[in-house]
């Protein structure tokens, strides 16, 4: 039997940003303070039926925890010209300050003119390894038929 190889935390970081991916602002609005959200781009579609889709919410994130404490979320995918939101979204201090949004169905905040959006409420969690699986049931939908992504690949974002 072989022994396992060692996997640099670098190494996969690099192999794994050959992934190209979207972007999606995940948004809540946790029952104290202001409305929450953070960017990623581990976001997945999970079933068809139920409707499931999930992110991977980093242990060390601050957001995570309101964003659990509100039992909802709004998956905001992003819009090509919205790069400034996604860097924004994953920066320290207030995200949501000259932000443009409207109340969901379940109150978590929709980004305006993003590319498409999905509320979901938690159904489920795991934890893995340094992140949490965050699964969440679609309550609700809508999409930009016009629009086109932004994309995050190789740690730069890029245009469709
Ligand atoms: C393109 C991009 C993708 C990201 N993807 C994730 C992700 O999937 N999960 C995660 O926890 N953080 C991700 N982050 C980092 C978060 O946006 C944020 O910086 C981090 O959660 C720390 O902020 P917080 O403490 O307010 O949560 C990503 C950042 C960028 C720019």
Same mark, same amino acid.
């Given at each position: 039997?072989?022994?396992?190889?060692?996997?640099?935390?670098?190494?996969? %970081? #690099?192999?794994?940003?050959?992934?190209?991916?979207?972007?999606? &602002?995940?948004?809540?609005?946790?029952?104290? *303070?202001? +409305? @929450?959200?953070?960017?990623?781009?581990?976001?997945?579609?999970?079933?068809?039926?139920?409707?499931?889709?999930?992110?991977?919410?980093?242990?060390?994130?601050?957001?995570?925890?309101?964003?659990?404490?509100?039992?909802?979320?709004?998956?905001?995918?992003?819009?090509?010209?919205?790069?400034?939101?996604? %860097? #924004?979204?994953?920066?320290?201090?207030?995200?949501?300050?000259? &932000?443009?949004?409207?109340?969901?169905?379940? *109150?978590? +905040? @929709?980004?305006?003119?993003?590319?498409?959006?999905?509320?979901?409420?938690?159904?489920?969690?795991?934890?893995?390894?340094?992140?949490?699986?965050?699964?969440?049931?679609?309550?609700?939908?809508?999409?930009?038929?016009?629009?086109?992504?932004?994309?995050?690949?190789?740690?730069?974002?890029?245009?469709?």
């Amino acid at each position: 039997m072989s022994a396992l190889r060692q996997i640099a935390g670098d190494d996969l %970081r #690099g192999a794994m940003a050959c992934f190209a991916t979207g972007v999606v &602002v995940v948004t809540a609005a946790p029952p104290e *303070g202001g +409305p @929450v959200g953070m960017a990623v781009n581990s976001f997945v579609s999970v079933s068809l039926d139920p409707p499931l889709v999930l992110f991977c919410a980093g242990n060390g994130s601050t957001t995570w925890p309101a964003i659990h404490a509100a039992g909802h979320f709004c998956a905001n995918v992003l819009s090509a010209d919205q790069e400034g939101l996604a %860097r #924004g979204f994953a920066r320290k201090g207030d995200r949501f300050a000259g &932000v443009s949004h409207t109340p969901g169905i379940t *109150g978590a +905040p @929709v980004l305006t003119a993003v590319h498409a959006h999905l509320e979901c409420e938690i159904a489920d969690t795991h934890e893995a390894g340094d992140h949490t699986l965050v699964i969440g049931r679609v309550l609700d939908l809508a999409l930009d038929q016009r629009a086109s992504p932004l994309l995050f690949y190789r740690s730069s974002y890029r245009l469709f």
